[in-house]
């Protein structure tokens, strides 16, 4: 199975200053296809989660330009340009290239 | 709108059963593969299960392979788990989830399920 590894696992972020956190897999996460299947998820208190970033760096629908994916082979990178109030919750990459699915450990993202 | 709404969690003895369902709307809901996935209180996100489109395939994690099925009713716009000998381990918040470009692009709210004699 690939091992999802994120750092930090919890982060304590000013309003309105960057965040970043760090997604490592055990195998590199290239398909066949040439895509490589990492997303991130947010889940905000008491909710589901919610996909934000798929295939590395595509923000789906809805998901404000302050987020952003970046990364390749076994290292990837998810970053808040400025964190809102909103933002507070626990975040999870997640690969989809290789059965089973595997998810981070998260990181939990919260307010100072 | 697309929306998933799971139903059938509950408080179950081990080594009973217990099937959940997930009702889709708003979206083709034959064109897409489906997962559960699961939250143990105060833990992280594990994925269960995926059915593809049309059922031509299915998967499982090693956790549940033997126990759990993963079935589909395209007819009637919904996904089902069924979960035999359950245990102690399996309770969790269950998700079901829409394949998105090799991505889970929409979630249900999830149901409980609680194992406890």
């Known amino acids: 199975d690939i091992v999802m590894t994120q750092t930090p696992l919890s982060s304590p972020v000013t309003l309105g200053q960057p965040a970043s956190i760090s997604c490592r897999s055990t195998?590199?996460?290239?398909?066949?296809?040439?895509?490589?299947?990492l997303s991130w998820l947010q889940q905000r208190p008491g909710q589901p989660p919610r996909l934000l970033i798929y295939k590395i760096s595509n923000r789906f629908s809805g998901v404000p330009d302050r987020f952003s994916g970046s990364g390749a082979g076994t290292d990837f990178t998810l970053k808040i340009s400025r964190v809102e109030a909103e933002d507070v919750g626990v975040y999870y990459c997640m690969q989809a290239t290789q059965f089973p699915h595997t998810f981070g450990q998260g990181t939990k993202l919260e307010i100072k | 709108q697309e929306q998933l709404v799971e139903s059938g969690g509950g408080v179950v003895q081990p080594g009973r059963s217990l099937r959940l369902s997930c009702a889709a709307s708003?979206?083709?809901?034959?064109?897409?593969?489906m997962h559960w996935v699961r939250q143990a209180p105060g833990k992280g996100l594990e994925w269960v299960a995926v059915i593809w489109y049309d059922e031509s395939n299915k998967n499982y994690a090693d956790s549940v392979k033997g126990r759990f099925t993963i079935s589909r009713d395209n007819s009637r716009n919904t996904l089902y788990l069924q979960m035999n000998s359950l245990r102690d381990e399996d309770s969790a918040v269950y998700y079901c989830?829409?394949?998105?470009?090799?991505?889970?692009?929409?979630w249900g709210q999830g149901t409980l399920v609680t194992v406890s004699s």
């Open positions: 195998q590199s996460l290239v398909h066949s296809d040439g895509n490589s299947y």
């Open positions: 708003g979206f083709s809901f034959s064109s897409f593969g």
């Open positions: 989830a829409r394949d998105l470009r090799g991505s889970y692009g929409f």
